[in-house]
């Protein structure tokens, strides 16, 4: 939450649309993964011999899906009793505040389940606990449209499909992007000079954004063509950098 009460990701949805539409360009921002909702249903699907689906549902409507591997032989009950046990205790929680609680009940054998069940459960929290599968930073983009302005001709189209493409590497674009965690103020990402944009001749203007703690949590920016009128576009993505910042409190 920001110190107006707004959701973190709203406030920043807000602002890189409201910089799409005055810069003309597509409106980015980096942020890291907030808190999760607290949780509305999990369940086990069995999807194949030695395989099942964890299936996660937040209170948000967010859904998140792992695949773990199943003891030989397993019965369906055990997974219908593995989601109960689950369902009961993490319903209206987040998976990190109950999941130490869970395991500790599962080792001290107070959890009132069967060795196979108990595994179930306990590979289940592992696998959606663990860093590699959630990812940790998210990646909001507005205003593509924008970039289909400047199309003129045959050559245009094709260049702003490649830029299309590029977008949709999130991680690629993510990794560029937290570059400019390193500066203080705004950075220049020019397509020819790095390799995510270097077919589709596009630059970046983004900046970073810190808390009240003077930490940077992130990093907003605008992707257009090469062309970009640089001189009005970078005080615009520093200003909205600080006003973030600002509002963070």
């Not at 773990?68 to 989601?83: F, K, M, Q, V, W």
């Not at 459960?121 to 606990?129: D, I, K, N, R």
């Not at 490649?162 to 390193?182: C, M, N, S, V, Y």
């Not at 954004?209 to 907003?220: D, E, S």
């Amino acid at each position: 939450m920001t110190e107006s009460g707004q959701r973190l990701e709203d406030v920043l949805t807000q602002a890189i649309t409201l910089l799409s539409g005055l810069s003309r360009c597509a409106g980015l921002v980096v942020t890291a993964k907030q808190d999760q909702a607290p949780l509305k249903h999990v369940e086990f699907v069995q999807v194949g011999p030695g395989k099942a689906l964890v299936i996660l549902v937040n209170g948000d409507g967010q859904v998140e899906n792992r695949v773990i591997d199943t003891p030989p032989g397993l019965p369906g009950s055990a997974l219908a009793e593995a989601s109960n046990y689950l369902n009961a205790r993490l319903t209206g929680r987040t998976l990190e505040t109950a999941r130490a609680e869970i395991l500790a009940e599962l080792e001290s054998d107070r959890a009132v389940l069967d060795s196979l069940t108990a595994k179930i459960v306990a590979e289940g929290l592992a696998t959606l606990a663990e860093p590699g599968g959630r990812d940790d930073k998210v990646l909001i983009v507005r205003g593509t449209s924008h970039l289909l302005d400047s199309v003129e001709a045959q050559a245009d189209i094709e260049r702003v499909r490649t830029l299309f493409d590029d977008i949709e590497r999130k991680a690629d674009l993510i990794r560029l992007l937290e570059l400019a965690r390193e500066g203080d103020g705004v950075r220049i990402f020019i397509g020819s000079e790095n390799r995510l944009f270097s077919l589709s001749g596009s630059s970046i203007v983004a900046a970073p954004y810190a808390n009240a703690a003077g930490k940077v949590v992130g990093v907003i920016g605008v992707l257009g063509p090469t062309r970009l009128n640089y001189g009005r576009i970078i005080p615009m993505v520093d200003h909205t950098a600080k006003v973030i910042g600002r509002l963070l409190g």
